[in-house]
């Protein structure tokens, strides 16, 4: 049976609950919500009933019992997590601006989360795994970059599948070494998923359409175009296959691309064809959109069946 794994930081997250400039005055602030892009992926994975387990790293305070707590009883293994006692869980406090835009303050490199020793533990748990996500903030921290090219290495020896999500927020761009560590991943993942222009960054060609059939060309076997309020495309050798979006009341958009993904891999793993995945993926999305809080918006099957099924009525 499938069982997918991602490595990678788990957070809380903290939010204004008034749109503003930043964090110059005093606010009124909503939370601690369990985040962390990687946690809200298994979260939403482990949400749909795929078996699924995620190694990372959280501090002995409430902040982490609060991700353990909330993945353990939406079905994800946590027994490769470990418990950093004496350092605190990563943390972002997030403030949304006027346009929708949002202004991040993060704890995260110097957190529990900013690095992942190796241990025998989660050496079992990459064992255990068939299928391997991989998100670009796991690899933008070195501890963390090299469990995650460890797991990805473990899964794949084994014969497994690897999906990427590059999910590269701005600050993360200039890390030494991560250009290196994308080519890396790329090179052997089987299921792409860029948001918007993301593709971009890993191509010169100057169209969506030719750097969808240079990636195909150069062997990623199938590519998930994630594109916020206007849907999602798939693309692999047999053509293309859209999802419209679903009319839905946006209230925080925070963790939407991590909900597409974990559903579309949910499906994937499963054998599901690409148009059902893609359904469901972009009906995660949708869903995730009308929740305050990151991982408040991951879906079981029977509230995405029900969000389809609405917006094919509508
Ligand atoms: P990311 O967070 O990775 O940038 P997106 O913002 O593109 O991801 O969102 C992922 C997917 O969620 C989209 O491709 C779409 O399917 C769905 N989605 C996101 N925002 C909306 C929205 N406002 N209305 C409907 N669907 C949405």
Redesign the pocket.
């Known amino acids: 049976m499938a069982k997918v794994l991602t490595v990678g930081e788990i957070l809380v997250e903290i939010v204004a609950t008034t749109k503003g400039s930043g964090f110059l005055e005093a606010q009124p602030l909503i939370g601690p919500f369990p985040s962390g892009a990687p946690a809200i992926f298994i979260d939403q994975v482990g949400k749909l009933g795929t078996p699924c387990a995620i190694l990372g790293r959280v501090g002995g305070d409430d902040f982490g019992q609060l991700n353990l707590d909330r993945l353990r009883a939406d079905g994800v293994d946590v027994s490769g997590v470990e418990i950093a006692h004496g350092e605190t869980t990563g943390s972002a406090f997030v403030r949304y601006r006027e346009d929708g835009s949002r202004v991040f303050v993060f704890n995260i490199a110097n957190a529990a989360c900013g690095t992942l020793p190796a241990t025998p533990n989660g050496r079992a748990v990459m064992e255990s795994c068939t299928h391997m996500h991989v998100m670009g903030t796991a690899l933008s921290a070195p501890g963390l970059a090299e469990r995650a090219m460890e797991a990805i290495a473990v899964v794949k020896g084994n014969g497994g599948t690897l999906s990427f999500d590059p999910?590269l927020r701005p600050e993360i761009l200039g890390t030494p070494g991560l250009r290196e560590a994308l080519d890396e991943v790329l090179a052997q993942t089987d299921l792409f998923l860029p948001?918007?222009d993301e593709i971009f960054l890993f191509t010169k060609a100057r169209t969506e359409a030719e750097a969808v059939a240079e990636l195909l060309a150069r062997g990623v076997g199938e590519i998930v175009i994630?594109?916020?309020?206007e849907?999602?495309s798939h693309f692999n050798a047999a053509g293309r296959t859209e999802?419209a979006?679903?009319a839905?009341e946006?209230i925080d958009?925070t963790g939407?691309?991590d909900c597409?993904g974990g559903a579309f891999v949910s499906f994937w793993v499963n054998g599901a064809d690409p148009a059902s995945a893609l359904a469901h993926?972009?009906a995660a999305?949708?869903r995730?959109?009308t929740q305050l809080g990151p991982m408040e918006g991951t879906s079981t099957l029977a509230e995405l069946a029900s969000l389809l099924s609405a917006s094919e009525t509508a």
């Open positions: 999910n948001s918007g994630k594109r916020g309020a849907g999602a999802a979006p679903i839905v946006e958009p939407a691309g597409f993926a972009n999305g949708a995730a959109v």
